[in-house]
């Protein structure tokens, strides 16, 4: 079932790590914007992971036919778009709750702390 | 095949699309009485399913009639059956509760209760595991949307934490789902039973891994320690009713730990055979204790109930680690148990609250709130049944659990854990009660600030509480044939392989 690795599957290997790899750091962040994009991210990495489950086919049908001499897994990409439709939905909620956390707590760190509470560099960060 | 199986999937949904299109036709009064006649259609519905599954049958409905493992199947067993009716009745009770003024301020409040009400009886009755994932994120859209009901700045950082967390959990619900697919090549929970139980020694590390992150996911959506910091917060800031409705929210995450790991990853399973067994009793009774002392440090009574909701979760999981049939029949028989209690102390929370003006349901001493006496007296009846007190039904779902775990080398540990948290439990409510009603002193203060001032309690608002109680009352006075349909419920989830002949279809080697 598995071959060997081509150097296709490892470039999409690398490209889902770094993704994910961004997404954490940046969802562990204190202010609310750099936590949207982080989310956003991860759902790009997980989407990109969904479509590579069926693994790499290149130059196949995803309908089996007469002619055809092999075929390439179509669920995930239907489960792809399922998770892309919900993922694009949640992100514009968050971005929505973001805006109204930022107007109704007057910050927007997550913790809704005014100048970031204990967090004293946040503010030279944010400059820097 | 019945259509009946996905009735109690269809019609909240039927439900919602007609209270959002009439909203701004209808006035509040019509809408309202249109929801409450729905969820009382919806607990006939859930009835007349509960008759049929009580023999034991499993009924399986395949959507588009696409056979089993290439299209998604609704499933409905004991178990399923057993969640939506506590689902329904909950649900039922909470808006009763809302049309006494909760619901005003949005349209919206309808249709999400409804499309909230859609969500967990899918993720009730599906059998296939990304099927799963969509119905968590419909029951977890409309929960943001009830959670943030009339706005707040409490509210809206709960909120935000509460999105951002599950958005990170549906994450990882979606990688688990996508690896479990790329090695099994299924997404059918049946057929992946059958296909982890045959699985080639070169993939067990990638499905075990996989298999774990489920249970992450799960975790977070049950409060499962670490993963319960969301909740306190996000319980005790919502409205009241919503915070009723939530009850159910934990259990989901307790229902799909059961099934996933009864079925796909169960004691059949060969080698990933009871791949969670090691860490989910730990981590339950951790959860107990730490709930415990959430309990009794709380200063607000509603975070003190948000506490004692991650405790009944420790409980619960406690019961369902244990694994037997009979710790499992009676872990079910508490789950309904705490759902209606917990929702009843939520909405008695609120009552007390609005009753004490400016103070709202800070644990000091204040004025005596009006119609004392009554509202005393359903503090008293709710705490007795939240600690597990004789002779209602936390005694007995705790004496069944305690029961069952006799006989087990964990007992030690199980029986410290749940007594020590159940001492404390009732200290914890002993001093809340006699500081919100003993130590009551002045008089109440009318002229509070805006919208702060005091409400005295009226039959509309004690209503779905004391009927919550009745549940409760019920539970314990047919204690006998619903613990008997509880742990025939255990009985039919330790054997999985009915479940799998029944989807499937054929009868291969299980």
């Known amino acids: ?128 | 095949m019945s259509h009946l199986v996905i009735a109690p999937v269809l019609f909240p949904l039927f439900a919602a699309t007609l209270l959002l299109l009439l909203r701004r036709v209808m006035p509040l009064r019509v809408r309202r009485s249109l929801n409450l006649v729905a969820l009382v259609i919806q607990i006939l519905l859930v009835s007349l399913l509960a008759q049929r599954v009580a023999g034991g049958e499993i009924l399986v409905y395949a959507l588009g009639n696409w056979p089993a493992p290439y299209g998604i199947v609704m499933v409905a067993d004991r178990l399923s059956v057993w969640m939506l009716l506590v689902t329904s009745l909950l649900a039922f009770f909470a808006m009763l509760y809302a049309v006494r003024g909760t619901d005003a301020g949005s349209r919206h409040f309808h249709p999400l209760f409804q499309l909230q009400l859609f969500g967990l009886s899918g993720a009730f009755l599906t059998g296939d595991l990304f099927n799963l994932f969509v119905f968590f994120e419909i029951l977890l859209l409309a929960s943001y949307g009830l959670l943030l009901h009339r706005g707040g700045a409490n509210r809206v950082r709960a909120g935000l934490h509460f999105v951002a967390l599950n958005l990170a959990g549906s994450t990882l619900f979606l990688f688990a789902v996508g690896t479990l697919y790329a090695i099994l090549g299924t997404l059918n929970m049946a057929d992946l039973a059958v296909k982890a139980a045959a699985i080639p020694p070169e993939n067990l590390g990638v499905v075990r891994a996989a298999g774990l992150l489920l249970f992450a996911v799960f975790a977070l959506k049950a409060a499962l320690i670490p993963l319960y910091l969301w909740l306190p917060a996000a319980y005790s800031s919502t409205s009241a009713p919503v915070a009723a409705l939530f009850a159910i929210m934990t259990k989901v995450g307790a229902y799909s730990i059961l099934r996933v790991y009864t079925l796909i990853f169960g004691a059949e399973a060969g080698p990933v055979a009871d791949l969670i067994g090691p860490w989910l009793l730990p981590l339950a009774l951790a959860t107990m204790a730490i709930g415990t002392l959430g309990v009794l440090a709380a200063h607000e009574l509603r975070r003190q109930v948000a506490y004692l909701v991650v405790v009944s979760v420790g409980f619960l999981l406690t019961a369902f680690a244990l694994g037997t049939e009979a710790s499992i029949g009676a872990g079910l028989y508490y789950l309904a148990h705490t759902t209606f209690a917990a929702a009843a102390f939520f909405l008695l929370a609120d009552i007390i609250a609005m009753g004490r003006g400016t103070l709202a349901d800070r644990l000091d001493p204040g004025p005596i709130i009006a119609n004392a006496s009554l509202v005393g007296a359903l503090f008293f009846i709710t705490a007795i049944l939240v600690s597990g007190l004789p002779p209602l039904s936390g005694f007995l779902g705790k004496y069944m659990v305690l029961n069952a775990a006799v006989d087990l080398p964990s007992m030690p540990w199980v029986f410290g854990v749940i007594l020590t948290a159940g001492l404390f439990g009732v200290i914890a409510l002993a001093r809340s009660g006699s500081l919100l009603f003993y130590r009551a002193e002045g008089l109440i203060e009318r002229t509070g600030a805006a919208g702060r001032s005091a409400v005295g309690p009226n039959w509309g608002r004690l209503l779905p509480v004391i009927g919550l109680l009745l549940l409760c009352v019920t539970l314990v006075i047919w204690a006998g044939p619903l613990s008997e349909y509880t742990r025939a419920t255990a009985e039919q989830l330790l054997e999985p392989g009915v479940y799998i002949r029944a989807v499937l279809g054929d009868p291969r080697p299980v």
Not at chain 1, 51 to 66: E, H, Y
Not at chain 1, 79 to 87: F, G, K, R
């Open chain 1, 1 to 128: 079932m598995l071959e060997e690795p081509s150097s296709m599957e490892a470039l999409i290997a690398v490209i889902i790590g770094v993704l994910t790899a961004c997404g954490v750091y940046l969802a562990l962040r204190a202010r609310t914007f750099p936590v949207v994009i982080g989310l956003t991210l991860l759902s790009y990495a997980v989407n990109l992971f969904l479509f590579v489950t069926g693994r790499l086919t290149v130059g196949q049908p995803a309908v089996i036919s007469d002619q055809a001499v092999g075929y390439t897994d179509p669920l995930p990409q239907a489960l792809v778009l399922t998770a892309i439709v919900i993922s694009f939905g949640m992100t514009a909620f968050i971005i929505m709750l973001a805006l109204k956390a930022r107007a109704e707590l007057g910050t927007d760190q997550v913790d809704g702390r005014l100048d970031g509470g204990d967090a004293p560099n946040e503010r030279g960060r944010e400059h820097g």
